[in-house]
């Protein structure tokens, strides 16, 4: 079975393919945290300017 193949078939008994969540160090959370109140920037421009998710960075 193909990949794509493997994909269909898990969508289509799941009914929906999720991601896997990716994992982010402490480090890194507090980086973001700390620019987030340094510069007053939102969240969504300093997750975005690292490339992660508002979503993601909104739980950190």
Do not use: W, Y
Request: contains cysteine; neutral net charge; aromatic residues 4%.
């Amino acid at each position: 079975m193909c990949p794509l193949e493997l994909r269909a078939f898990l969508k289509e008994r799941s009914g929906n393919v999720t991601a896997a969540r990716r994992r982010f160090s402490q480090e890194f959370k507090d980086e973001l945290c700390q620019e987030v109140i340094s510069t007053s920037k939102p969240i969504k421009s300093v997750a975005e300017t690292h490339g992660v998710g508002a979503e993601a960075a909104a739980d950190i």
